[in-house]
């Protein structure tokens, strides 16, 4: 599986290698996928669907990525968890938001795990690395979203929402 998960990483670096996160450093976007799939294996996931999909969970969204090209490398059960969590670019920001609340009580659960880093790791930034131009009610509805998100894929994984509530407290503190 070690295999599996470093040519996907290889290939999520490749496709993502010109992008950038929003803050101010401008942290390599790789950076975000690392994170999503270290948050994971540290709290235990060890299925190799999340896993893979937690490394290629935004190339579709964000690349120009296919989903038959993602089931030809890695299968289609890979394909579909990353289909799960991608938003449809051509609905308005508002949009995508609400049906990202709609939707994830129907979440599959690798795709439910995906969602748990994804926004761990986004709450991460919004704390401590946000983009210059976010006020801090920005910052904060960004944290009640995802918290709506969340609430409706509970049961999933306890030590993963446990790790959620835990940044999203400290998120608070900062952000105030
Ligand atoms: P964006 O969707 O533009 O940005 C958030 C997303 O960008 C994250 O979910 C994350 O997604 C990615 N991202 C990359 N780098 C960072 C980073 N450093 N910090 C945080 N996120 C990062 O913005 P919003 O989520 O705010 O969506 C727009 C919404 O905001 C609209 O619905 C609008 O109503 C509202 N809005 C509010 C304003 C206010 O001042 N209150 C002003 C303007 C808009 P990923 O992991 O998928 O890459
Ligand atoms: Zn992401």
Redesign the pocket.
Known sequence: MIDELLTALDFAAERHKTQR???PAQ?P?IN?VIEVATILARHGVIDRTALLAAILH?TI??TETTPAELAERFGPEVRDVVLEVT?DKSL???ER?RLQVQHAPSLSHAARLVKLG?KI??LR??AH???AS??A??RR??LD?TEQVIAGLRGAHPALEARYDEVLRQAREVVG
């Open positions: 996160r929003k803050d942290t976007y975000h935004d969204e964000d938003d308005s920001k508002a938001k994804d790791s986004n930034y919004v690395h946000p983009p976010w006020s009610e920005r509805e960004y979203w």
